[in-house]
């Protein structure tokens, strides 16, 4: 669409006030009448308009146009030294921009105002309006003409120009480069706006591209946890809100940004893989202000486009990605365990089963949006299920058969959507993501697909040295026993099991702690991955001290270079 912007013009204060005669007392100062023009140059879109235009002078004014196509009118003035005129134009059909000079002359004195107007070809794309692109995307051609200086907005990151080129003093060449589609049929627009003065006028083109191409969706739990090793965590970011907005639209996008300050982009993504990431763990809320309908659980379409475009950045560059609902407010994690947040009070049976049917009915939205998806998407259901120490500690046996019913609310959910969500790989969640309750606790779901399951815990063993209570640590032996234990539970059955997070604050930039926070991070990722176990790094983009940072977003470069030095170390450590 064509956008235009007319010229404003003086308000009438400047006619009320700043042209006013006095008109009280005749001995007073006498008014202002210095020959004065409200403006230099008027300018009008090429559909045409109306303007007023004033004169402040001690007669009436002379007044004419050198052009037929500029129409000026006086209009009535309640001031004697202040004289008002409209001037029209009508739509311009000629090619070409046209000025025309307007002559005022008042006491003898002359001066002249330049009116121009915009052509009806000022910007006009000249290839097809809408372009087709297939799946694997691809380069394109916009051609147009324009007369004037012209700038190029392109509508996503999945779209980039490449060179453009011009042919001659009005048409221009722009090529445009289409990156793989890896999910739904997705669309654009690349637009072209030409400004002049106070006008502009803006012309889009629109890209249609198609769905991604099914991919392959025979691969087992067991071999895709063989390509997803090592990973990474897109952290404090689309998990990021307020729980006071649960259940509500009120979070919007800039949440993205509310707990660190860099909007993802495929070039961080791209420094994800550089660093040899295999895999990256999306942290997402749903609940937490971004529904639109509570009653349906209907997840708001701009915040799924958001996810939807993320996804992309990491399916792009061939990573492994996993979407899951995480803490997300606490409204199934804490409130789908306990009826109290300040005490542990344990839920009833019509708590229980009206927060089944909503995690229900989040996963099947969930899973429709991502149906076309092929395996490098995968879902998990929770993040930490009644993790919080104070309410839940002493309680994770008894929580443990709640848990697994909506586990496999989870799994139900997901299959019944069909498609590539019949087959595809699910994570479940440990008891509160503990090694050692979910060790000795936890059941696996039904599954109508064998061998598409996955279990997730979390470590952030010792407490006191991850967390900066300490800034020593020597016990490598725990981690292997604790691994150990997660190998002969799960691995050894078949069962993969994801480390969904895993870091230790980097505390202070000293050698003798760097070598330790190294150490623990090459000791980790070494000793899953001689096990099969999938660890993600932990990573907030937040680069002080102490924090668990890895990638410095802003600049896409290590930031955490001794975690980033331990985890590669560890990974090339593994036979």
Request: net charge neutral; charged share 20%; aromatic share 10%.
């Amino acid at each position: 669409m064509k956008r235009i912007k007319l010229l404003s013009l003086l308000l009438m204060t400047f006619t009320m006030l700043a042209f006013s005669a006095c008109t009280k007392d005749e001995d007073k100062p006498s008014v202002n009448t210095t020959f004065t023009l409200s403006k230099a140059e008027l300018q009008f879109a090429k559909s045409g308009g109306e303007a007023l235009f004033y004169v402040r002078g001690a007669a009436t004014p002379s007044i004419s146009s050198s052009e037929s196509w500029l129409k000026i009118t006086p209009q009535p003035s309640t001031s004697k030294t202040v004289y008002k005129y409209q001037f029209a134009t009508e739509a311009n059909t000629a090619f070409n921009d046209r000025t025309a000079k307007v002559s005022i002359s008042v006491g003898g004195e002359t001066k002249t105002v330049t009116v121009t107007q915009l052509s009806t070809e000022g910007l006009v794309i000249e290839s097809a309006k809408t372009l087709n692109v297939g799946a694997d995307g691809g380069d394109i051609e916009v051609t147009l003409q324009a007369n004037a200086p012209y700038t190029v907005t392109l509508g996503a990151e999945w779209i980039s120009e490449t060179k453009g080129s011009r042919a001659d003093m009005k048409a221009y060449l722009h090529r445009f480069h289409v990156s793989k589609n890896v999910g739904t049929a997705r669309t654009s627009t690349v637009s072209f706006t030409l400004s002049k003065g106070d006008v502009s006028l803006t012309e889009a083109v629109t890209i249609a591209q198609s769905a991604g191409k099914a991919g392959n969706m025979s691969l087992s739990a067991m071999e895709l946890a063989a390509l997803m090793y090592p990973g990474w965590n897109l952290g404090n970011t689309l998990e990021a809100g307020d729980l006071a907005n649960n259940f509500t639209n009120k979070g919007g996008l800039a949440t993205e940004t509310a707990w660190q300050s860099t909007k993802t982009s495929q070039k961080i993504i791209d420094e994800v893989k550089a660093q040899g990431f295999k895999s990256v763990r999306l942290p997402i809320a749903w609940v937490m202000g971004h529904l639109t309908d509570k009653a349906r659980m209907t997840i708001d379409e701009q915040w799924l486009n958001r996810v939807k475009e993320i996804v992309n950045y990491c399916v792009a560059d061939g990573l492994y990605v996993i979407i899951n609902d995480h803490w997300d407010g606490g409204w199934l994690e804490v409130d789908g365990f306990s009826s109290s947040r300040d005490h542990f009070q344990a839920v009833d049976e019509a708590t229980i089963t009206a927060k089944t049917a909503q995690l229900k009915k989040l996963w099947t939205n969930i899973a429709l949006a991502f149906k076309d998806y092929d395996e490098h998407v995968l879902f998990a259901g929770l993040n930490e299920p009644f993790q919080e120490y104070k309410l839940f500690h002493g309680h994770h046996q008894a929580l443990t058969p709640i848990l697994q019913r909506y586990n496999q609310a989870f799994v139900d959910a997901v299959r019944a959507t069909g498609g590539n969500n019949a087959s595809r790989v699910l994570v479940v969640q440990g008891p509160s993501t503990d090694i050692n309750s979910t060790c000795s606790y936890l059941q696996m779901p039904n599954d109508t697909k064998t061998d598409r399951l996955m279990v997730e815990v979390h470590y952030y063993d010792p407490w006191n040295f991850t967390s900066g209570a300490t800034d020593t640590w020597t016990d490598t032996n725990s981690v292997k026993m604790q691994f150990d234990k997660l190998k002969t539970t799960f691995m050894d059955k078949k069962i993969p099991v994801i480390i969904g997070e895993c870091g230790a604050n980097w505390q202070k930039d000293d050698a003798t702690f760097n070598a330790t926070l190294k150490h623990w991070y090459k000791t980790v990722f070494q000793y899953a991955g001689e096990r099969g176990i999938v660890p993600f790094a932990w990573d907030i983009n937040v680069c002080s001290f102490p924090k668990m940072t890895i990638i410095n977003r802003a600049t896409q470069t290590v930031w955490g270079t001794p975690a980033m030095q331990g985890i590669k170390e560890g990974v090339a450590a593994v036979k």
